[in-house]
């Protein structure tokens, strides 16, 4: 096994070879020569094998047992600070192999280049300072760098683009052209460097543009060395979901919850969050801090004690599922009851589904097969039967709204089994809706878990079921005749547009057999007759 040494020793020759190669390039660049151009293109190796052996030795290292999630973390960055060394190396010998193209090194201006590759030189020797000390600061510097780099591309673009038009020598202009992106994208490595350095400081993946509304968020004046974080989660969209411990006015350490990511979707999760502390109050956490950065934003939650659903699911004991669900039917009922408003709402589950299945066919080609006959009988496709049951689905809507989730999951509620109550995460889909959508996403919610042992599907299948049973008694009460039929559509939405999260080939069929099943069963309903619509829920949901 590889000793931590390893990682060190060759670190240390990777920096010294770059430092050679990128004197080298600024040499050419004060007076291009074919020997200089010789002598980097030979060094293609060195750097590559360097930077392979630093990989190789983390590998080596995260294949320890007791290694801790910090260390991991670290030996993860340093291979990432490797291999964009190596690519500097890379763009700097494919920039002098442009440059010696052109006929007229002249046109090319390089000794413009000159400012940039210095500055590129003096940056990675950064590197070893700020990975010894743990400088943020350093690290955020060696970031930045890519900014001036970005200013001389675009003043040297506009320059040979100007010099194009009527130009007779527009090969060895666009050569220039080459030689300057290579060299542009030099940044790209220096800010990939620095989003290593500060996610090794700070305990979490963060790109560069985010540590800023990171600081922000997290109290403003404190130093670099104060912010740690500990990852809870990682969305599909991106955002970052992190725990941090924070210091009240009080002096006391108190837990918070740290999410980041797009400014438009954190926005959302903010507003989300706001609605529902005023419609339906102390069911989501309240917000500490919110700032933006650009293009992206951060927000500081309050941390909720508890456990969520998935969790108790899979690993809680009977009795803890048990008095969970019925804090949960009690709670979402009450909500229905109080946020009810008289405005029709439509779910539109099958435009919903339209718009996903591109993506569920690239994960599973094998869903699109297309229409069959089968003894002279035509199988029409999916589709099909999507296109067929939005066209139903047109003529119905429920006759009442009320304030949902949005994106109703196992994992986005929480149960608090000290206070025995119920909160909600994840809301920036909330919104007054059909409550079928929250109760279809929840069902099929349990249904996707890939667990397999028959004890947990058949407790997978009772907590779907049962929700099932609490929303049909409220629909019965509220005079919603049409919801086993909306609520049909909404599973068959959320079975067959969940495959495209769950790569096991048998568990997606299955899915995708019973989206199939219940929009052939919906479609047979004769128009006007959809009241009398029923499910075999229990079957549906058991293995």
């Known amino acids: 096994m590889a000793r931590p040494d390893a990682v060190v020793e060759n670190m240390s020759f990777l920096l010294a070879e770059l430092d050679g190669q990128l004197t080298r390039l600024t040499s050419y660049m004060q007076e291009p020569h074919p020997e200089v151009a010789l002598q980097l293109v030979q060094r293609a190796g060195y750097s590559n094998n360097l930077s392979a052996r630093v990989r190789k030795a983390c590998l080596a290292g995260m294949m320890r047992a007791k290694l801790t999630e910090a260390q991991r973390l670290r030996l993860q960055g ?116 620095s989003e290593a350095l500060l996610s090794m400081n700070i305990g979490q993946a963060v790109q560069f543009d985010r540590y800023f509304t990171l600081r922000s968020v997290l109290g403003g004046g404190k130093g670099d060395e104060e912010v740690r974080l500990q990852p809870l989660a990682e969305t599909r969209s991106g955002s970052a979901i992190s725990s941090v411990n924070l210091r009240n006015a009080k002096g006391e350490t108190v837990a918070a919850v740290f999410k980041d990511g797009d400014r438009r979707k954190v926005k959302q999760e903010r507003v989300g969050v706001k609605s529902w502390n005023s419609v339906y109050p102390g069911l989501a956490p309240e917000i500490l801090s919110y700032e933006r950065h650009g293009k992206s934003a951060a927000l500081l939650i309050e941390h909720l004690e508890g456990e969520t659903l998935e969790d108790i699911v899979v690993a809680g004991s009977d009795e803890a599922l048990a008095r969970a669900q019925k804090a949960l039917h009690k709670t979402v009922g009450d909500i229905w009851r109080q946020t009810r408003t008289e405005e029709p709402a439509e779910m539109k589950a099958m435009e919903q589904l339209g718009k996903r299945m591109k993506d569920v066919y690239r994960l599973h080609p094998r869903f699109a097969q297309g229409a069959r006959n089968l003894n002279g009988l035509r199988i029409p496709d999916l589709d099909e039967l999507i296109a067929a ?155």
């Not at 009320?402 to 889909?429: E, M, P, Q, S, T």
């Not at 899915?511 to 006007?528: D, F, K, N």
Request: glycine share 4%; aromatic share 8%.
């Open 78 to 193: 340093i291979d990432t600070i490797a291999r964009n060394l190596d690519l500097v190396s890379r763009l700097g010998r494919r920039a002098v192999e442009h440059a010696e193209q052109a006929e007229r090194h002249r046109l090319l201006r390089t000794k413009t280049y000159v400012a940039p590759v210095t500055l590129v030189g003096k940056t990675i020797a950064c590197i070893p300072k700020a990975m010894e000390t743990s400088d943020s600061r350093l690290a955020v510097e060696i970031g930045r760098s890519r900014s001036q780099i970005d200013i001389f591309h675009d003043r040297l673009f506009r320059t040979y683009t100007r010099d194009m038009r009527g130009s007779k020598h527009s090969a060895d202009l666009a050569h220039g052209l080459l030689t300057l992106n290579e060299i542009h994208r030099m940044g790209e490595g220096l800010s990939a460097i």
């Open 389 to 543: 049951a939005a066209r139903r689905e047109a003529g119905l809507t429920a006759p009442f709204s009320v304030y949902i989730h949005g994106d109703f999951n196992l994992d986005n509620v929480i149960h608090d089994a000290v206070g025995n109550k119920i909160r909600f995460i994840d809301l920036h889909r909330s919104r007054y809706m059909d409550y079928v959508q929250d109760v279809s996403v929840f069902m099929v919610s349990n249904y996707r878990l890939q667990v397999l042992d028959s004890a947990t599907r058949n407790r997978i299948a009772k907590v779907a079921s049962d929700m099932h049973a609490m929303a049909a008694k409220f629909a019965r009460g509220h005079r919603d005749p049409t919801f086993e039929f909306r609520l049909a559509l909404g599973l068959a939405r959320s079975f067959a547009s969940s495959t495209r999260f769950v790569v096991d080939q048998n568990h997606a069929r299955r899915m995708i057999l019973r989206a199939r099943y219940i929009l052939e069963s919906a479609l047979a309903v004769p128009e006007g007759r959809e009241a009398r619509f029923k499910l075999p829920i229990r079957m549906l949901f058991s293995d």
